[in-house]
């Protein structure tokens, strides 16, 4: 039996992309293999793809960071999951597929009924929001937020889950996507036109205790003016290089400067954060908030923003569709 996957055979951005057509192995001793029904597609994909994550894998590699699948057949020494369960895997890198076969311990079981489009906006977007809010800020209800590009995928994501939260949210967003920032419950703030660090001091007062940043570079800093005292700054991505808003000097000195603010007596703080990264240090954190967000999901207290669901052939137009802003929520592609 044929299988497709996507692979990036050189560093590139979405033209590089190939669709490669092969013979589905069999998984291998000790590895589950999983029908994907379901993968996410990050901005993150593109800067692995073009070489611009320190540390990141040299290609050839299938891109994508996360998948929904159902357990489709075990390989020698598995005995669990079963065949027929559905699962959620983080995969960074590999969930651009039709088949992958992932270690066990890897797979989340997902409850029956959940919509795999849905579920793959958590695996990614809706945990990094749980972990910045509830382990790592450790909001509680009432606490300010600001989002920046609040209605993208992983804004969204943020806001819908600061809801449920109880948060006070303020979200930057392009001005034709500020129905959607409001809807989720956050004041949309049109970063082309405002000088959003005004803009918060005039709405708040004093500033938010949270700032969550994935522009970087000089915007940085700006964003650590938003802050009130004993306020965080985390830094997820830097997306200015890729919209060519920051030169590479001006990412790393971003980045650089970060540890140096935590030593101003301001009170405020400023670290990174990063999901894969986190989830290593402390591996039964992933399982547990993924559970947890299904089970939210389940009971309709969220609700994820799907911008298109498209079939898995389709990665090159879904990723150009990111790297133009030309989305509201996040784009899923259907694998099989
Ligand atoms: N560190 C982690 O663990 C982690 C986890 C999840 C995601 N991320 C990062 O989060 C980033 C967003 O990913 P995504 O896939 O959710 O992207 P996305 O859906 O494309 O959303 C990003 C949006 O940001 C907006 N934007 C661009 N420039 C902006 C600016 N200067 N200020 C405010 N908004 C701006 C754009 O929309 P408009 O301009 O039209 O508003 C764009 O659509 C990626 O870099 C990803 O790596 C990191």
Redesign the pocket.
């Known amino acids: 039996m044929k299988y497709r996957r996507i692979v990036i055979p050189q560093s590139g951005g979405p033209e590089a992309l190939q669709v490669v057509e092969a013979d589905l192995p069999e998984p291998a001793p000790g590895e589950v293999r999983v029908k994907v029904l379901s993968a996410g597609v990050?901005?993150?994909d593109v800067?692995w793809q073009e070489g611009k994550v320190p540390g990141g894998p040299k290609p050839p590699f299938i891109p994508g960071y996360d998948l929904v699948g159902v357990v489709d057949r075990l390989g020698d020494g598995v005995s669990a999951p079963g065949v027929g369960q559905t699962v959620a895997a983080l995969v960074q890198p590999g969930g651009y597929t039709q088949y992958a076969s992932l270690p066990p311990e890897k797979l989340v079981p997902v409850p029956e009924g959940l919509d795999p489009a849905e579920v793959v906006c958590l695996t990614?977007?809706y945990t990094?929001g749980y972990q910045i809010f509830k382990r790592v800020a450790k909001l509680t209800p009432g606490k300010r937020v600001l989002v920046?590009?609040a209605?993208?995928?992983?804004?969204s994501a943020l806001l819908d889950l600061g809801k449920v939260l109880g948060l006070e949210m303020y979200g930057?967003?392009?001005k034709p996507?500020h129905d959607l920032v409001a809807s989720l419950g956050a004041t949309p703030i049109d970063?082309r036109d405002e000088d959003f660090v005004e803009r918060i001091r005039s709405l708040t007062g004093d500033g938010v205790d949270l700032v969550v940043d994935?522009?970087g570079g000089a915007?940085l800093k700006r964003s650590f003016q938003t802050l009130r005292a004993g306020g965080l700054l985390i830094s997820?991505?830097s997306?200015a290089q890729i919209?060519g808003?920051s030169t590479t000097l001006e990412l790393l000195w971003g980045l650089i400067q970060l540890p140096l603010w935590n030593s101003l007596p301001n009170k405020k703080s400023a670290m990174l954060?990063?999901?894969v990264r986190f989830n290593k240090k402390n591996p039964a954190w992933y399982a547990q908030d993924l559970k947890t967000l299904m089970g939210y999901l389940a009971e309709g207290e969220i609700k994820p923003v799907i911008a298109r669901q498209m079939p898995l052939v389709e990665v090159r137009q879904a990723q150009e569709l990111?790297l133009g802003?030309k989305?509201r929520g996040?784009i899923v592609l259907m694998c099989n």
């Open positions: 990050l901005l993150a800067m990614v977007n990094t920046h590009g209605a993208g995928g992983t804004g930057t967003a392009s996507k970063y994935h522009i915007h997820t991505a997306t919209w808003e954060f990063d999901l990111l802003a989305v996040k």
